[in-house]
């Protein structure tokens, strides 16, 4: 007979495959905030009077993480403040960018809209398309993380922001260390994790309360408390080498479910000796152009754009 | 026996035979549970949940990608 594992209620909503728990709805929302706000504490995520920047797209990850660090925010905690990055993916983003606003709005917590167009002069459909499609369609990923991490830290010094929140789950964080495994990104690699290392006091501290959380049990949260969430796909997502990736861990999950902990396990008990051993403690300093930290003489955001301009 | 099956913007009426499960539902139309959230009679359910004559099963498509 199935029932919830803490109350007894016999409508449940979920079995874990991973632990073999039974949850009803209320204590499933209860079990999954306390799993984040403890791991908020845990990794010492976030401190008293930290001022927040949470990335939110409107979808689900965003959605669930403003709602949980809402509470913090109520409890006068920490001060909050969402930013929607708007890529300029058409027919894609206006929905998101919407679903984000309504959001905060519903929670009073302040929100800006920033465009790619407004900061680099071009949309990401302007950048996919002056690429050779099959090559830019491919590369899409690349360009957006990197634009839009420059975007992020650009508004976080602006904002006053001490950590920068984003919404990154277990499957994301999983297929990042497996991706960057398998393309031999030992770099890369050495950045992964729960909170990053500050290199330059030019870069605001990220932050990702939600990566021990998989991504069904999020959709299942955001579902269950009726949040407003746009669920749909990025349109350029589907080509990229990270999609391939997440399809394969995905498959593997279905007959060994505890497969995403493991690797992150894993992964973060090697990551001092890959640290140790791979970082280049390169001294940091600031892009010639835009004033942004860099290792180089030109940011990746700026190198991106003098090669389009060069073409 | 007849359930009333809402996908998305698309709503139908479909004939099953008695005591499919959810999961064996979505085999039946052909989507992968690990990528839904279902509601029964506007409660979700799990996998296993028994279908009724004359439910109301809305698959709610959460994850995409790939
Ligand atoms: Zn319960
Ligand atoms: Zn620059």
């Known amino acids: 007979m199935n029932s919830c594992d803490k109350c007894g209620n016999p409508n449940i909503i979920i079995k874990k495959k991973q632990s073999g728990q039974k949850l009803c709805k209320d204590c499933f929302i209860k079990s999954t905030q306390n799993k984040v706000l403890k791991d908020i504490r845990k990794y010492n995520l976030l401190e008293k009077g930290d001022n927040v920047l949470l990335g939110l797209s409107g979808g689900k990850d965003s959605v669930m993480l403003l709602d949980i660090l809402n509470t913090l925010k109520k409890r006068n905690i920490i001060d909050l403040m969402a930013v929607t990055i708007d890529e300029g993916i058409c027919g894609y983003r206006e929905e998101g960018i919407e679903i984000a606003a309504r959001n905060a709005k519903k929670l009073g917590v302040e929100h800006k809209v920033v465009t790619f167009k407004e900061y680099f002069g071009m949309t990401l459909d302007d950048i996919i398309s002056k690429n050779n499609v099959k090559e830019g369609r491919r590369n899409a990923c690349t360009y957006c993380g990197v634009f839009r991490r420059w975007i992020f830290n650009r508004v976080a010094r602006d904002e006053g922001a001490t950590k920068i929140a984003t919404g990154h789950n277990l499957d994301d964080e999983t297929q990042s260390i497996v991706m960057n495994y398998l393309e031999g990104n030992i770099q890369n690699l050495t950045r992964i994790g729960v909170k990053s290392e500050t290199r330059s006091n030019r870069f605001t501290v990220k932050i990702k309360p939600l990566r021990e959380i998989p991504e069904k049990e999020i959709a299942l949260y955001v579902v269950a408390r009726e949040l407003d969430v746009h669920f749909a796909g990025c349109p350029y997502a589907g080509e990229s080498f990270r999609a391939e990736v997440g399809n394969f861990i995905k498959e593997l999950s279905k007959e060994h479910p505890t497969i995403m902990y493991s690797t992150l396990r894993g992964f973060d008990k090697m990551k001092p000796v890959l640290k140790r051993e791979f970082s280049q403690e390169s001294i940091v300093g600031v892009c010639e152009n835009c004033g942004e930290p860099t290792v180089a003489r030109l940011c990746k955001a700026c190198t991106f754009l003098t090669d389009w301009e060069n073409e | ?66």
């Open chain 2, 1 to 66: 026996m007849k359930i009333k099956l809402i996908i998305g913007e698309k709503e139908e009426l479909i004939e099953i035979s008695e005591n499919k499960t959810v999961k064996n539902l979505l085999d039946i139309i052909d989507i992968a549970s690990e990528t839904v959230v279902v509601k029964k009679n506007d409660f979700i359910v799990i996998d296993e949940e028994i279908i009724e004559d004359g439910d109301l099963i809305e698959v709610i498509q959460v994850i995409y990608g790939g």
